[in-house]
T-cell receptor, first 113, second 115 residues
C-alpha cells in the first residue's frame, strides 16, 4: 500500500526566505505525486503534480517541486516566501491504475513577517 | 461550474443522532470520495465510488454509509453519531481514469461536532 511521510509538523520561515516542505513516499511502481494547500476553514486546493517527464514541476502561486526517484522524495519549494503562504500543506501519492490517493499528515507553514 | 459542493458547512450532533452530509459535483466526474481530516493524521479515506451504483470502503469506513444513485451526488450517512466522529469531512471527485494522473478536486469541507 502507498504511504506518505511529511516529517516536520511545522515549518517556520521568514518572509522573503526560501521555503521547503519535505515529503517522502512509498509506493509500488512509478507514482503520481501531488501537493495541496489548505487555508484556514477551507478545502484543499491543488498546487501541482508530477506524472512523468521533467523532474522539476512548476505549479500555482510560484511553488515548484522536485521529484527524486532515488530518494523517493517530492519536496515542495518556493524561492521567496510570502506571509500569505502561511497554510497547511499536504503531500499525496497515488500509484498508476489506482484511484486511491494517500495523504501525508500535513505540514503547517508559518511565514514570519 | 460550481465544482464540488458540500452541505452543511457546520453541524453539531448529539451522540446517537443520525445525519447525512451532502456532496454534489457538476463536472461529470465518475470518481467521488469522502475523507475525514483529524489533527496530526492528514486525510483518511472513508468511502469512495467509481461510478453510479458502485461504492467501496476506504481506510476508515466504520460508522459511515454511502450510496451513489447518480453521477452527481455522493451523500455520506452517519447512522448513530459518536464523539469519535467529530472531524472535518471533505468530499472529492475526479475523472475515473486512474492511469492519467487526474487531479482530485475537493469541496470546502463540513465541520461536524458530536457531543
Amino acid at each position: 500500500a502507498q504511504s506518505v511521510a511529511q516529517p516536520e509538523d511545522q515549518v517556520n520561515v521568514a518572509e522573503g526566505n526560501p521555503l521547503t516542505v519535505k515529503c517522502t513516499y512509498s509506493v509500488s511502481g512509478n507514482p503520481y505525486l501531488f501537493w495541496y494547500v489548505q487555508y484556514p476553514n477551507r478545502g484543499l486546493q491543488f498546487l501541482l503534480k508530477y506524472i512523468t517527464g521533467d523532474n522539476l514541476v512548476k505549479g500555482s502561486y510560484g511553488f515548484e517541486a522536485e521529484f527524486n526517484k532515488s530518494q523517493t522524495s517530492f519536496h515542495l519549494k518556493k524561492p521567496s516566501a510570502l506571509v500569505s503562504d502561511s497554510a497547511l500543506y499536504f503531500c499525496a501519492v497515488r500509484p498508476p491504475g489506482n484511484n486511491r490517493l494517500a495523504f501525508g499528515k500535513g505540514n503547517q507553514v508559518v511565514v514570519i513577517p | 461550474n460550481a465544482g464540488v459542493t458540500q452541505t452543511p458547512k457546520f453541524q453539531v450532533l448529539k451522540t446517537g443522532q443520525s445525519m447525512t452530509l451532502q456532496c454534489a459535483q457538476d463536472m461529470n466526474h465518475e470518481y467521488m470520495s469522502w475523507y475525514r481530516q483529524d489533527p496530526g493524521m492528514g486525510l483518511r479515506l472513508i468511502h469512495y465510488s467509481v461510478g453510479a451504483g458502485i461504492t467501496d470502503q476506504g481506510e476508515v469506513p466504520n460508522g459511515y454509509n454511502v450510496s451513489r444513485s447518480t453521477t452527481e451526488d455522493f451523500p455520506l450517512r452517519l447512522l448513530s453519531a459518536a464523539p469519535s466522529q467529530t472531524s472535518v469531512y471533505f468530499c472529492a471527485s475526479k475523472p475515473r481514469q486512474a492511469g492519467e494522473g487526474n487531479t482530485i478536486y475537493f469541496g470546502e469541507g463540513s465541520w461536524l461536532t458530536v457531543v
